[in-house]
Antibody
Framework: EVQLVESGGGLVQPGGSLRLSCAAS????????MHWVRQATGKGLEWVSA???????YYPGSVKGRFTISRENAKNSLYLQMNSLRAGDTAVYYC????????????WGRGTLVTVSS | QSALTQPASVSGSPGQSITISCTGT?????????VSWYQQHPGKAPKLMIY???KRPSGVSNRFSGSKSGNTASLTISGLQAEDEADYYC???????????FGGGTKLTVL
């Protein structure tokens, strides 16, 4: 089955760190650009980061310098290292696959909840 | 990069048609025909409904259609059904550094 499964969410104190993982299955993971998208409770979707098949990385200003996206193709896994976490980073974090021939998300995971609170 | 602008809510009766707008800038929506639309039911992951402005993925009803004019993209849902009640998000490619920008989302209520 083609799917993405996120893990690693939880409660962390402000200023702390957390590493999210996304396990891919059912497709050739190494052939796809991958993204993280987050959604605060009751709020909209926000693009968080992307990594290309060659390992090139991209971030919006809101997380640049604090978050690091990476991938391990041998393990069909995507990661998001989040440092210096703030209350505003509290959200469900989704792993999403970029379409092979387009700039859109054609596969999403179910998400993992990150709560930043003291 | 600012979020794309969508109406907070729209509503319609079963069988009617509704249109959700998504306004960006010449740096995103206006520069690329790369707007996608996602449907999200409560507690669920988003689902792709339209890509590249007007294309429908396999399995998506032809009641869903997309278009673009200038810096504004639109999603039209015809023959509204109760199951269409959900949140809808637009997303645009925004260049080689920012990559993607989402709209704030629109809550569709089927009366």
């Amino acid at each position: 089955e083609v799917q993405l499964v996120e893990s690693g969410g939880g409660l962390v104190q402000p200023g702390g760190s957390l590493r999210l993982s996304c396990a891919a299955s059912g497709f050739t993971f190494s052939s796809y650009d991958m993204h993280w998208v987050r959604q605060a409770t009751g709020k909209g979707l926000e693009w968080v980061s992307a990594i290309g098949t060659a390992g090139d990385t991209y971030y919006p200003g809101s997380v640049k310098g604090r978050f690091t996206i990476s991938r391990e193709n041998a393990k069909n896994s995507l990661y998001l290292q989040m440092n210096s976490l703030r209350a505003g980073d509290t959200a469900v974090y989704y792993c999403a696959r970029d379409a092979s021939m387009g700039e859109y998300f054609d596969l999403w995971g179910r998400g993992t909840l990150v709560t930043v609170s003291s | 990069q600012s979020a794309l602008t969508q109406p907070a809510s729209v509503s319609g009766s079963p069988g009617q048609s509704i249109t959700i707008s998504c306004t960006g800038t010449s740096s995103d929506v206006g520069s690329y025909n790369l707007v996608s639309w996602y449907q999200q039911h409560p507690g669920k992951a988003p689902k792709l409904m339209i890509y590249e402005g007007s294309k429908r993925p396999s399995g998506v009803s032809n009641r869903f259609s997309g278009s673009k004019s200038g810096n504004t993209a639109s999603l039209t849902i015809s023959g509204l059904q109760a199951e269409d009640e959900a949140d809808y998000y637009c997303c645009s490619y925004a260049g080689s550094s920012t990559l993607r920008v989402f709209g704030g989302g629109t809550k569709l209520t089927v009366l």
